[in-house]
């Protein structure tokens, strides 16, 4: 496998494209689990090593596209020599039916690579679909559609690159970048109030703290919550959280948010809405690669 390949791909790409994201070793260990110890021992049974095959990646159904130059860098990383031209960026919206990418190259080296580079960009475009679809239903109310942590083991950077690329906003990246107090944290260090002031004693500047009853506002803002998520609430009991708070601090609702039911929830002046299945539950997008023999 070629790791100069793969790091001209991303240099191509852009590397801030996806911070921290290292694009080499993401194709190197994807293609090893494929491979294994044996390799592809259908491509090298069946395909004579001086086969050469075109084929064209395509979208069957409207999609927000994500992942095409990361399924780029799986082909480059096996022919060095792969032309590949890309028909789509990422984040763009496309029609059923519209062609995405297309590659000439090594026979084998594009069938072994096939399947990584579109599970990838199935993932990655389902994501960003549904999240343009929760974009789509919140436009004109104010609130902003953000990620949570629900995200696949070892696949959170490329799963929020998703979410942005279908026009929502990343939440927290991690545990680290802000404190998240949340119900069980609550009960430990009695009460909501108490919760927050250490947060705010440990030095943390960003303290979001989750709150799932109009009477715990208070003291959440006394403590020094810098952000409220506004848990389970109905729209009705939403836009009375949101009255209590006038600004003092940003509102995010979160917590069972479905597309049906979305934009009541953004319409109630909260800031943010913060919904898990983007990463969760997205369904991948249909995407197909066809190949001919050239």
């Known amino acids: ?35 294994g110890e044996g390799g592809d021992i259908t491509a090298a049974a069946v395909i ?40 789509v960026e990422d984040g763009a919206r496309v029609a059923a039916g519209t062609e995405l990418l297309r590659i000439e190259g090594s026979a084998r080296a594009m069938l072994t690579a096939e399947r990584s580079a ?51 906003r990343n939440h927290r990246m991690g545990l680290w970048d802000a404190a998240m107090i949340k119900d069980n944290h609550v009960a430990v260090a009695g009460g909501v109030e108490q919760a927050a002031a250490r947060a705010k004693a440990a030095g943390i500047a960003r303290i979001m703290v989750e709150v799932d009853s109009l009477d715990q506002i208070e003291g959440a803002l006394a403590g020094g919550a810098t952000w409220l998520l506004l848990d389970n609430m109905a729209p009705a009991m939403l836009r009375d959280a949101v009255a209590r708070v006038a600004g003092r601090v940003p509102t995010e609702a979160s917590g069972g948010v479905r597309l049906e039911t979305v934009r009541a929830i953004a319409g109630s002046g909260v800031d943010y809405v913060s919904v898990g299945r983007l990463t969760q539950s997205a369904p991948a997008a249909d995407i197909g690669l066809d190949f001919a023999a050239i």
């Open 1 to 35: 496998m070629t790791d100069a390949a793969a790091i001209d791909a991303v240099n191509a790409w852009g590397s801030a494209a996806i911070p921290g994201f290292d694009l080499a070793a993401f194709v190197r260990a994807t293609l090893a689990e494929d491979l």
């Open 118 to 168: 579109l599970n990838t960009v199935q993932h990655l475009s389902g994501i960003a679909t549904l999240t343009a679809a929760y974009v789509d239903a919140i436009a004109g109310t104010g609130a902003t559609l953000l990620d949570t942590r629900k995200t696949i083991p070892g696949l959170r950077l490329l799963e929020k690159y998703a979410v942005r690329m279908g026009g929502g």
């Open 48 to 87: 004579p090593a001086a086969a050469r095959f075109r084929g064209v990646m395509a979208s069957r159904d409207a999609i927000a596209a994500a992942g095409l130059p990361i399924a780029e860098a799986f082909f480059r990383a096996l022919d060095a020599d792969v032309r590949v031209e890309r028909l």
